[in-house]
């Protein structure tokens, strides 16, 4: 458990997920979800079940590339950062990096901070050795701090998301640690 503080001076609480947060984090899934359209989901479509979920965070707890970060403020989750990772020998090195931030703590820092442990977490791991991430192509306030803390773009997908009829690229980039 790590404390962090904000821009704005306030302290959060980031540690590793346990099983006992499930429901809070499908609530706070289903809840952001809806906030924008810079997710891979949007309002109630994290469909898990909470014994379900509670299976996966235990699992990921197992693997020692793999995290669930929490970001707690007051009792409440306001920020959840992953890093998912295959058991494969071959691309075992590669984890993926998601981040999501409660719409009213955007702009405090948050979501550099909780890069920031994430990079931390997978440089110590001694498994991690790139760290890959997918945005939106006009994602451009998340693709300036990506770019900030050392991430480099590795290719277009192109009409990768399609929200309200409307069609957007995604943008693949990477860190090497």
């Known amino acids: 458990m790590t404390i962090i503080r904000l821009k704005n001076q306030m302290k959060v609480t980031v540690q590793e997920a346990t ?3 499930a429901k809070q984090i499908i609530d706070f899934y289903n809840v952001v979800g809806g906030e924008t359209d ?16 509670k299976d996966f965070i235990e699992s990921t707890r197992l693997e020692q590339n793999s995290i669930i970060l929490l970001a707690i403020h ?33 702009g405090v820092g948050l979501g550099k901070e909780m890069m920031l442990q994430l990079i931390q977490w997978a440089s110590s791991n001694s498994i991690t050795k790139k760290i890959s991430l997918v945005t939106r192509e006009d994602n451009t306030v998340a693709i300036k701090l990506y770019e900030k803390l050392g991430f480099k773009e590795e290719g ?3 009409k990768d998301n399609c929200i309200n009829n409307v069609y957007y690229n995604s943008l693949i980039m990477a860190l090497f640690i």
């Open 19 to 21: 099983k006992e947060y």
């Open 38 to 53: 810079f997710l891979s989901f949007g309002k109630d479509e994290f469909k898990r079940t909470i014994e379900d979920y």
């Open 156 to 158: 277009l997908l192109i």
């Open 74 to 106: 007051n009792d409440e989750i306001i920020s959840i950062a992953t890093i998912s990772s295959s058991q494969k020998v071959r691309v075992k090195h590669v984890g993926t990096l998601g981040i999501v931030i409660s719409e009213k703590f955007i």
